[in-house]
């Protein structure tokens, strides 16, 4: 398919230490007008080696997204303040000029949004918009790009492909086109793909089906994959590590197995209790009490602290830092660990 290249992933044997593809740290992104400002991203740090998926998980508006857009600077000029380091690749994304980060964009660094038919534009056919990225950042013809679209659309299994390569996004179904925006997101080849909640808006059996086509895609071409969601189903399927985010700050870091199975803050115990996975059909679904907090006035400790049962004063006064409780495993919490498993944290 001319798609093949060297997997290049944490798996592959290496003699000397690989270089992390992604390094973010003190990432901190505030929204800013004259009414307020909203304390969007607060702090975070993380690493990601080549070839690893990092599942984000969280409630909505818990900086998932914010934390993506700052990556590939998406977010507003003007409105979003970013500051801290980021580092994909040998790019450090905060230092680039426009035209750079332009380039970098679907060469090194590439996204499949939420929803496709907003991403896609409505008044191209798929098969332009494919080839017309291919052409921007690799320089050739627009006969090659148009054929280098047709084996994309080919590579993530969308039927009749010759076909779709003419028509619009709106004639596809909603499978369809978030095929067709993966085939757009891998057609240069990218280092890292972040993923926002690509199958949120998609049935369950077409969900399965983009899943397993992301990780078999993934693991052929060794890119590093960043994937939001907020369904543990899909963590679990697809994650190597995860990391939990809440209020703007990542609370519980460490591998998929760690995290979901011997989860150590209450934040995360609380999701997990909130699952049906595991429960008898008439018990009722144990939902965390109260709301998130409003990022525009955070309490002063620990953002959970007035939904958590184990919260003490010093968790309402001081900010936990990240511990490590385990080689490669972080929680933000004075009480991690402590809390026994699978109890739900209320007030």
Do not use: W
Not at 5 to 34: D, H, M, W
Not at 94 to 105: A, F, G, H, M, Q
């Amino acid at each position: 398919m001319g798609l093949e290249l060297p997997i290049t992933g944490a798996g592959a044997s290496t003699s000397t230490p690989v270089r992390p593809l992604v390094e973010v740290k003190n990432l901190t992104v505030k929204f800013v007008n004259r009414e307020a400002t909203v304390q969007a991203v607060n702090g975070v740090s993380l690493e990601m080696a080549p070839g690893e998926v990092l599942c984000i998980i969280g409630e909505s508006g818990s900086g998932k997204s914010v934390t993506m857009r700052a990556l590939i600077r998406l977010l507003p000029k003007g409105r979003a303040a970013i500051s801290g380091h980021m580092r994909v690749g040998d790019y450090d994304i905060l230092s680039l000029s426009e035209r750079e980060i332009t380039e970098v964009r679907g060469s090194t660094i590439s996204m499949i949004f939420q929803e496709p038919m907003t991403a896609l534009d409505p008044v191209y056919t798929i098969g332009d918009q494919i080839a017309e990225t291919v052409v921007r950042h690799e320089g050739c013809s627009q006969k090659v790009g148009m054929a280098r679209a047709l084996e994309l659309l080919q590579v993530v299994k969308v039927p009749s492909a010759e076909r779709r390569l003419t028509a619009y996004p709106h004639e596809l179904s909603g499978g369809l086109r978030q095929r067709a925006m993966i085939a757009l997101a891998l057609s240069c080849r990218p280092s890292l793909l972040l993923a926002d909640e690509p199958t949120t808006a998609l049935d369950a059996t077409v969900q399965i089906q983009v899943l397993i086509l992301l990780r078999k895609l993934q693991k052929e071409l060794g890119m590093g994959v960043i994937f939001v969601t907020h369904d543990l189903g899909v963590a679990a399927q697809i994650a190597d590590k995860v990391a939990v985010m809440y209020a703007g700050r990542i609370v519980e870091y460490g591998s998929v197995r760690d995290v979901l199975l011997r989860p150590s803050h209450p934040y995360t115990i609380g999701m997990l209790a909130s699952t049906v996975l595991g429960q008898t059909r008439d018990a009722d679904i144990e939902a965390i009490p109260g709301s998130p907090p409003d990022l525009r006035r955070l309490p002063p400790g620990c953002s959970f602290a007035p939904r958590c049962r184990y919260a003490d004063n010093e968790c309402r006064s001081v900010v936990p830092a990240a511990t490590a409780v385990a080689p490669g495993r972080l929680v933000r919490c004075f009480k991690a660990g402590s809390p026994p498993p699978g109890l739900l944290p209320g007030p």
